[in-house]
Each structure stands twice: as structure tokens, then as C-alpha cells.
């Protein structure tokens, strides 16, 4: 029975079939343009943040059985001198951050004009950012080596001490000034596109009633870049929150933890001490600080979408 | 008015001094490092660092980075994880971005959000269960295949974003009259909207190259062995076995770093337009 209405209905079927895709083919298409990436997107990054957050309840040694720990993890980090280190230079960071949009408008203001030589000067400029931050981490351990970086040369050719940045309890600030290299040049290229969007005649008239140089820039051009602001910002703190790459290469933390941030203190929890658990709970203090900014622009963007 | 001329000549002037000043300072970490890769080892041993190169040994100290250690395995390696990670996204974000908008449904706003806010997380936590899905779960572990897969996943947050926002500049017009025309909706896609596209596609295939060749994280979680990790991390480990052989460290840094910069030289247009989304379209 089953079988001669499979072999009789065959035709009819795939009729009704393409009937049924073309009378759904609205709800249908979207659904299956959006499957393959949605799921990738659910199983690589959403489910993820929640096997996190779960698993910093736990103990887990990455083999063994996961035992359920309540908040010992997270009481354990109130305590936790090297999680204090950590988050103290992530907020340092995030504090210093403010200066690769000061520089970055800067220089977007000198090279603003639109002649070839600039457009040039720009690209060369903006190259920090291309290229790798393990690159740029080599390069300025390299310039800050106590030994032969071009830091210490300067200093001794200017007479004073040559100074050992990255083997003392400062390294933290040379591995920043190293990240202010890269974010810099972000900036720049945000603030230039901000700039060429900006309403030319205000600028003229302001010209023409005499404004110049810092109360033309002041008055007139910083209040209408509000879209760059908005997205530098943004992009500012992501980075500080971020950085790891350049305190794994250029100190890997130390000496003594001093130059540790919370992603290099989780990656040698979780894959170094194989302390998964207590890994997943500083990964989930990084995360909630991370929501608390982003949050905030993320509302404000979807705002705007929803107008 | 001759005097209104010559101070414009003279702050043209200072201007540009200002600006070559200001490109010798901010690239001088650079400069040194190319200046270092073509230098001999005698100068390093003498302690010249920061001089004029005694001798320029180019192609001797290129050749011993790349025949002496696996530099050029490991730039193959990268290539072999970026390409197939830029095509999986640029294939998945462009069917994505216009399902989201080109239709409308509910929920639409809430996935772009998840989009977006995925693409904002800190990589930290999402490391361990994406490690033991890979490992475990798919057997991927130290495979390209991890890594391709990832890097996919992650990107499609920011280039879904970026090719929806693109879809919906296109006029609303030209959709409505394929369809009135007859076409199917798939049809549609690949005959009406991919090309129209392309800019936004060449936009985000330059971003995501860049992103994705210049992973370090990830290429530390997910593979160890020389045959799979990427430049990235492999510079790191050289760095351990070239301790004092600055020049080769400098050569090997160099060979990391042309690609990317290749990429922004040539598509410039296309890198700056992507990373300067919503400065300058709206």
C-alpha cells in the first residue's frame, strides 16, 4: 500500500511540492539564507558565552568529571591578588585609550585635504593597523629592549639613565603606549571619514565671521563629528577591554604578574593551570564589563535602526 | 596681496614639514625593523642597531629565514586558513544580510543585535567551550579546519552587519519589479542583488583577510603543530629559537606583515569604506 502510493503519487508530489516552496517562498527563503550562518553564529559564539558563564560554577581540571561549586570561584577572585592586577591594568588601559582619539583627530585634521601627497601620507599612517599586533609587539619590545632599543639610546645620547621599561613594575604603560600605536591610526581613518562627511558651508561661514585654527575646530568641527565620536568610542573600548596579544608578547605579563590584563590571566588559567572553572569565572567578570559599555552603544545604534 | 600669498606659500610649507615629520616619527618603529632585517650580523654583534648598515645582506638574511626555519611553511599555513575563512564569510554574510533586509519579519532587529553583540565579545569567553567542541566533539582539534570554522563563524557577526546595511541602500524599486517580472526570490539574489554587491563584498573580503591573518588567540587555542598554525603564532615560538638573531626575528616580522599591507595598499578604497561604516554613510 505504502509503496504503490509513493510510485503513483510521484508526479502529484513534486507538484504540490514546488506549489507549497512557491506559496511559502517569502517566509522560506529568508529562513534558509539565514540557516547556515545563523547556526554556525548560535554554535561557535552564542552557545559559547552561556557554556562559560555555566562552567564558571564549576571545578574542571578539562578531563575529569565538572563538580558544582556555587560562587566559590567568584569569592575566590575577591581575594585574588594577580585578578586585582589585572583588572587595575585593563582600567588603566581603558583610561589611557582616551588618547589615540586626541592624537588620532589630530592628524586627521593635518591630513584632511584631499591632494595626492596627503592621501599617500595617509595610507602610510594608517599602516599600524594592518599589520599584526604580534608584529607591532616584537617591534616595540624590541625598541624598549634595556639593552640596544632605541629608547635607551636616546635617553644616554640626551644624558640621562638608560631604564629597563619592560622588565620593571611599570611594563604595563609600554605595553599600552605600544596599543595607543595601532589605535591611533583606527582613529585617524574614523575621524577622516567623519571630517569628509562634514557640512562644508558651516565651516565656510564660520571662516568668513573670522574663526580660525582651535576656536573654527573647537566650535565648528568637533560637535558635528558626533557619528565618529560615537563609533571611535565604541572601537576604544572594545580594544582596552580586548588587548592581549601585546602583553603575551611583549611581557607576557610580568615580572611577577605586574603587566597581566584579565584575557592573558584567563588564558593561563584555563590553558596553562588547567583551571577551567576559575578561567571561565575571570572570563565571565571580562564579559559582564564588556556588556556594561557595549550595551550602551549597541542601544543606541539599534535606536537609530529601528527609525 | 603679495604678502597674503607668501604666508600662504609659507604655511603651505610648514604644513607639509609638519607632515613628514610627523609620518618619520610615527613610522620610525618600522623603519627600524626593515632597516635591522637587512642588516649582517656583525653590525648586531658590534652593537650597531640603530646606524647605517655596514652591508646590505637582503637577500642572504631572507633566504636563511626562509630555507633555516618553517617561515615559509607557516605563511602557507595562513594563507590556506584566510582564504577559505574570507570566501565561507563572504558566501554565509551575503545570503544572511539579505534575508535581513530584504524581508521583513519579526525578530529581524534582535538577530542583527546578536550579530552585532557577538561580534563585540571578548574572545576570553569563548575560548573553552569552543576549544572542547573543536577537540571533543567535532575531532578538529590542530586541524585548518578548526580555524577556518571559527573564523567564519566569528566574522559573520560584523560582515552580516555590513552586507545588510548595504542591501538596504539598494533601491527598493528593483527588487519589486524582478519580482514582478517573475523572478524567484533566489534568482533574484544572485542575478539582481550579488551585483550590485560587489563593492560591499570586496569591502568586507579585504576587513576579514586582514582580521583573520592577523589572529593570534585563536591560532594559540586551537593548534599547536607547525603544520597548521598560521605566521602569527609561529613568530612567537622563532622568537624563542632566534633569541638574539635580530635581523632574522626583523626579516620573519617583515614576511608576516606584507601581506595585510599589500591588501590595504591595493584596496584601499574598499578596506577604508568597510572600516569607516556608519562615519560616512549615514
Known sequence: MPGEAMAGGGARRSGTARHFWQRHEKVLVPALLLAPGG????????????????????????????????????????????????????????????????????????????????RLARSLFFLPFVISQVVVGMIFAWFFNADFGLLNRLLTALGAAPVALLEGEHAIFAVILAGLWPQTAYCMMLYLAGLTAIDRGSVDAARLDGAHGWRLVWHIVIPQLWPAHFIVAMVCVVSALRSFDLVMIMTRGGPYDSSTVLALYMYEQAFLSLRYGYAAAIASVQFVLMATCVSFFLWHMLRRERQ | MHGTLSTGRTARTAHRAAVVLVLIVWLLPLLGVAVTSVRAIDDLNRGNFW????????????????????????????????????????????????????????????????????????????????????????????????????????????????????????????????????????????????????????????????????????????????????????????????????????????????????????????????????????
Open chain 1, 39 to 118: 547556526l554556525l553564529f548560535a554554535l561557535f559564539v552564542l552557545y559559547p558565552i552561556a557554556a562559560s558563564v555555566r562552567l564558571a560554577f564549576y571545578e574542571w581540571n578539562g578531563v575529569g568529571p565538572k563538580t558544582w561549586v556555587g560562587l566559590a570561584n567568584f569569592q575566590e577572585l575577591l581575594a585574588d591578588h594577580v585578578f586585582h592586577t589585572a583588572l587595575g591594568n585593563n582600567l588603566i588601559w581603558l583610561a589611557l585609550i582616551v588618547i589615540a582619539p586626541v592624537l588620532g583627530l589630530g592628524v586627521a585634521l593635518l591630513l584632511v585635504r584631499m591632494t595626492l601627497a596627503m
Open chain 2, 51 to 282: 646606524g647605517w648598515p655596514s652591508q646590505t645582506r637582503l637577500v642572504e638574511n631572507y633566504a636563511a629565514v626562509l630555507r633555516g626555519s618553517d617561515v615559509g611553511q607557516l605563511i602557507l599555513n595562513s594563507f590556506l586558513i584566510t582564504v577559505p575563512a574570507v570566501a565561507g564569510t563572504l558566501v554565509l554574510s551575503t545570503m544572511a544580510g539579505f534575508a535581513l533586509a530584504a524581508y521583513r519579519f519579526r525578530g529581524s532587529l534582535v538577530l542583527l543585535a546578536l550579530f552585532i553583540g557577538g561580534n563585540l565579545v571578548p574572545f576570553q569567553i569563548l575560548a573553552i567551550p569552543v576549544r572542547s567542541l573543536m577537540a571533543d566533539t567535532l575531532g578538529l582539534y590542530d586541524t585548518r579546519a578548526a580555524l577556518i570554522l571559527f573564523h567564519i563563524s566569528f566574522q559573520l557577526g560584523f560582515a552580516t552587519l555590513f552586507m545588510r546595511n548595504f542591501t538596504r541602500q539598494l533601491p527598493a524599486a528593483l527588487i519589486d519589479t524582478a519580482r514582478v517580472e517573475g523572478l524567484g526570490e533566489l534568482q533574484i539574489l544572485l542575478h539582481v542583488a550579488v551585483p550590485l554587491l560587489r563593492p560591499a563584498m570586496a569591502a568586507v573580503a579585504v576587513l576579514v583577510f586582514t582580521f583573520v591573518w592577523n589572529d593570534f588567540f585563536w591560532s594559540l587555542i586551537l593548534a599547536h603543530s607547525n603544520d597548521v598554525r598560521p605566521i602569527t603564532a609561529g613568530l612567537q615560538a622563532l622568537r624563542g629559537m632566534w633569541v638574539t638573531s635580530w635581523h632574522l626575528i626583523s626579516a620573519a616580522s617583515l614576511l608576516a606583515a606584507i601581506p595585510p599591507a599589500l591588501m590595504f595598499f591595493l584596496m584601499q578604497r574598499h578596506f577604508i569604506a568597510g572600516l569607516t561604516l556608519g562615519v560616512s554613510t549615514d
